[in-house]
């Protein structure tokens, strides 16, 4: 091949260059990564399949653990950045700031010291809540994993691996309702097995750190969830309200693909699209042209037309579940404008609530309409970031701001960082939907190979290791980098009832802990409450407009004259 002075690329319309980049940046060279699909912002793929052989950065941190913050072949080969420079607003475009001397947040018998300012003595812990604290290992939480079969299906890994590493994870809208096994009379809830193993199988391992949070929704409410919760697991629970999410405005969607249970969850209240019960339907379905029934829950807040109304009508529904004697009670809101996102603050503030979670359009976990992610709602950089400015009016004028969690699109360790600088003091986390998924679905379709006799009740789907599995190994102990880990910590005798799911979130969570650790110590920062927006450059002047970070060159521009000229 000629030698090019630059890419041909480069000569081509704008749009067109930016399509051919994103294809060259579906692979990454120097970690050994590739996405399968169109790659998201997060560097997930824009349809992440339960069955995919990988091989993206989540999938494979999942197995390497903190290995993969460093290029392959590691000593053997060079490698240089392809991110330098970045077009639009957003979080790709914001860069971490690097100091040359000092330390913030050092943990009490550590001094300013070359064998203290280390990365492994950074502090990655926090915690949120207002009179019950609520302590984190890691500065994460999980998105709402609800009715969908997709949840329910890999609730043991995802629950089993967050317990163990110590980070929240969130049941979501409709468990309950959806549940064929519950029994419901009229608002009063007799049984909810789905709900209760859900609960019990993150109690198990769960040590104190983390917590188990109960998504309310329309539905839930009517159907005396918290109620039932108040009788069962008060002291052990957070209750979440629900006003929205990221991926869409409506209300949580599920499709079944059986009459007869699209029947039950018509009767059992909920929307139900086309009706199960309408003979055109019911032909259409037996033809097979129509394959599945959607089932959504309802629009929370109808009937409210004033903010006074929303703010009197929410104080009233917290006071409810105080009564009922739960001590934890957090707020979801999802990309609406504004008023709504003033809203949510307001009313997190006023109510005293422990935590408040800000979704982003952006994210999401597939089951959204699909042009509705696309074009609905405020992307995740720009709601954060007046997030942070409406805060601060709070503060300014003496009321308490509420703790809040970052959501939409996030994966890496980065926007771990930046999420929390960008929103710091008030962010105290960062919640992934779609991303800690992943090892759940790799861990069970590795496990099913080994265990072919549980294979369906592992829903593993594999018949054999891929080759992209084996190159790491050919047993559990070779293929998991956190296996060893998390047998030290559940002891050996417990490991045959630990899923290989649990396991492969271990070692995503210990890339992006150990990767938050080294981006914070290269800041200085040594505790989640040190880190600071000032610890952020915006890498264009539309990303600096959308959040007040400054330019690259505007950071600090104003320090360096006044050492040129002192």
Not at 65 to 89: C, W
Not at 99 to 125: H, M, R, T, W
Not at 236 to 246: A, R
Request: some cysteine; proline content about 4%.
């Amino acid at each position: 091949m000629l030698f090019m002075e630059k890419p041909l690329f480069l000569d081509l319309p704008v749009t067109l260059s930016r399509k051919i980049m994103k294809q060259w940046r579906k692979r990454n060279d120097a970690l050994g990564t590739v996405n399968r699909g169109d790659p998201c912002e997060s560097g997930l793929c824009t349809l992440c399949t339960s069955d995919c052989k990988g091989k993206c950065e989540t999938w494979l941190s999942s197995l390497l653990g903190r290995k993969l913050l460093y290029p392959l072949q590691f000593g053997e080969t060079t490698s240089g950045s392809a991110s330098v420079t970045a077009d639009g607003a957003g979080y790709h475009a914001l860069r971490i700031q690097g100091y040359a001397y000092g330390a913030e947040g050092l943990a009490k018998g550590l001094s300013n010291d070359p064998d203290d300012c280390i990365f492994p003595n950074v502090s990655i812990e926090t915690s949120f809540g207002t009179e019950t604290e609520t302590k984190c290992r890691v500065p994460i939480m999980t998105g709402a994993l609800g009715s969908t079969f997709i949840a329910e299906k890999y609730w043991n890994s995802f629950a089993v691996g967050a317990a163990i590493c110590g980070f929240p994870i969130v049941i979501g809208e409709n468990v309950v309702g959806v549940d064929r096994n519950s029994v419901l009379d009229n608002g009063t809830i007799s049984t909810a097995p789905e709900l209760e193993r859900r609960i019990d199988i993150f109690q198990r391992y769960y040590d104190g750190y983390g917590g188990i949070i109960i998504q309310m929704n329309v539905e839930d409410s009517r159907n005396g969830v918290a109620r039932y919760l108040a009788e069962k697991y008060c002291d052990d629970v957070i209750i979440e309200l629900k006003w929205g999410q990221g991926a869409k405005d409506i209300g949580g969607e599920i499709q079944v693909s059986d009459l007869q249970y699209a029947r039950f969850l018509n009767q059992r209240g909920y929307v139900v699209d086309p009706d199960p019960f309408n003979q055109l339907s019911v032909a259409s379905f037996e033809n097979k042209s129509l394959t599945s029934f959607a089932r959504h829950s309802r629009l929370g807040a109808t009937g409210i037309l004033t903010s006074d109304e929303l703010r009197e009508t929410f104080r009233e529904s917290v006071r409810e579940l105080r009564e009922l004697g739960f001590k934890r009670i957090t707020l979801k809101t999802g990309a609406y404008g504004m008023e709504a996102l003033a809203l949510a603050i307001k009313c997190a503030s006023e109510n005293n609530l422990d935590l408040l979670t800000i979704d982003g359009a952006g994210g999401g976990t597939g089951m959204s309409p699909w042009n509705m992610m696309e074009h609905w709602g405020i992307p995740s950089l720009q709601l954060h970031a007046k997030t942070w400015e409406y805060c601060s009016i709070l503060e300014k004028n003496g009321a308490s701001v509420p703790h809040i969690s970052l959501a939409g699109g996030f994966a890496r360790e980065d926007h771990i960082f930046k999420a929390l600088a960008l929103c710091s003091p008030y962010a105290k986390l960062v919640c992934m939907g779609r991303a800690p998924m992943i090892p759940g679905f790799l861990g069970c379709n590795v496990e099913g190979v080994f265990k072919p006799d549980k294979k369906a009740e592992l829903f593993g789907q594999w018949d054999k290791l891929p080759a992209s599995v084996k190159e790491n190994g050919t047993c559990p102990e070779e293929i998991f980098a956190g296996w060893e880990a998390v047998k030290e910590k559940v002891g050996t005798d417990e490991m045959d009832a630990i899923p290989f799911g649990a396991i492969a979130l271990y070692g995503y969570v210990d890339k992006l802990s150990c990767g938050l650790q080294q981006f914070m110590a290269g800041a200085r920062k040594f505790s989640v409450p040190s880190i600071h927006r000032d610890d952020l450059m915006s890498a264009n002047l539309e990303t600096a407009e959308a959040t007040g970070i400054p330019y690259l060159t505007d950071a600090q521009n104003d320090l360096a004259k006044s050492i040129l000229l002192g």
